[in-house]
């Protein structure tokens, strides 16, 4: 059975074998989960091996469905509710749109719950999800809102210092507000705190480690080098960076006359996989940092938080990945810093220069992981053994 002929474009679906009236929490979450993120299709009467079994009165389950979403489901998503005929048998699809006025809850049970999609299951949003969707709903993101810190007590060097490195312009006391760093009454929104040379939150760290081996127990010397490093975004990018560079090694060989270097990994790929790391990561999680782990034979650096509307990224295609930006003010600063662009290319600059290596092999092309809590890249050597060379 042809699934997309009935669900179109959706990327996200239910199949349910019979419209189930007792335990109408069973597909009901599905609907608050779908509403809550990208949108989705439930499909009635069909077993979950794709077997059509059909319904013996398609009409009146419409009618318990839209009911029990009515009863169910506040604030009421849009939705699409048809029958469809397939083998001579009746089947109902029920379309949820995607929604801005988040969250969807489920009501009953004498509960109040909402759902959102992680991988093919809904599930109940934890307190930080929860917040996520009130602020969707608020039309807000966590770095655009208004922290407790007033400008005048923090110092901003790092991001003017860049500003005119990148721009060949001194920074303007103006583009403080302008960015969203600051609002009309003095106090700093969490992307200006996160931006401050001196940034006092706690989740603004990276955690960098060389390990001894292939493991993080490598033997009697567990790590050859580390770094805690805090402090604003621009410092933790630069400082991440520097550690990287210097735990790089680089291969070379000669030609008649040149040495040609190669690095066990290109710095282009690594410097976009760290800025997606910071500049996309979940500052609601506290209690959590970015983490780079360089192993013997490979980097791996994880971010916390999942994909947005709870995709899994290993089931995704990596070159249609859609541009949904979690810190829309953080990332607009990262782009007139020069270290990100606004078009959500960053995907490509990560696989691209790999595979236009003269030596490429599919080996080395990274991996990607995403659950409910991490965003995990692992970079191998991009560079060929000696022997190759």
Not at 20 to 42: D, I, P, Q, T
Not at 51 to 73: H, N, P, V, W, Y
Not at 276 to 281: E, P, V, Y
Not at 361 to 377: G, H, I, N, Y
């Amino acid at each position: 059975m042809d699934l997309t002929k009935y669900i179109g474009e959706t990327t996200e679906y239910d199949k349910k074998q019979e419209v189930e009236r007792r335990k109408v929490k069973s597909w009901l979450k599905s609907v608050s989960a779908f509403a809550n993120g990208g949108g989705g299709c439930l499909l009635f009467g069909i077993a979950d091996d794709d077997t059509i079994i059909g319904l013996t009165d398609a009409k009146a389950d419409a009618e318990f469905i839209s009911q029990k979403i009515k009863e169910r489901i506040d604030p009421m998503p849009q939705i699409d509710l048809k029958i469809e005929r397939v083998e001579d048998k009746e089947l109902l699809i029920l379309h949820v749109h995607g929604g801005e006025d988040t969250p969807y809850y489920y009501i009953g049970d004498s509960v109040l719950e909402t759902f959102v999609r992680i991988g093919n299951e809904s599930v109940v949003a934890d307190s930080t999800e929860h917040k996520r969707l009130v602020l969707r709903g608020r039309n807000s993101s966590f770095d655009a809102r208004p922290s407790d810190e007033m400008f005048e007590d923090y110092a901003f060097s790092k991001l003017r210092s860049r500003y005119y490195a990148w721009n060949g312009l001194s920074f303007d006391k103006k583009l403080y507000r302008s960015f969203g760093l600051v609002d009309n009454k003095g106090i700093l929104t969490y992307a200006g705190l996160l931006m401050a040379d001196e940034c006092p939150l706690r989740q603004s760290r990276v955690f960098c480690t060389r390990w001894n081996g292939k493991t993080k127990a490598g033997g009697s010397i567990d790590a050859l080098d580390s770094a805690e490093i805090t402090g604003g975004l621009v410092t933790l990018l630069e400082d991440t960076m520097s550690f990287i560079r210097r735990n790089n090694r680089t291969l070379w060989y000669k030609e008649p006359m040149q040495r040609i270097e190669i690095p066990q990994y290109m710095e282009r790929c690594v410097m976009e996989v760290v800025v997606n790391a910071l500049a996309h990561r979940d500052y609601l999680i506290q209690g959590s940092e970015v983490h780079v782990d360089i192993y013997d034979d490979r980097m791996v650096v994880y971010s916390p938080g999942s994909m947005p509307e709870g995709r899994l990224i290993q089931t995704m295609n990596l070159e249609d990945i859609p541009s949904v930006r979690r810190n829309p003010v953080i990332a607009d600063v990262f782009a007139q810093l020069g270290y990100m662009e606004r078009k959500g290319s960053g995907m490509g600059k990560i696989i691209n220069p790999i595979k236009a290596l003269p030596y490429f092999e599919e080996k080395m092309l990274p991996s990607f992981f995403s659950d409910r809590a991490q965003f995990t890249v692992c970079l191998l050597y991009t560079s060929p053994s000696p022997r190759d060379a």
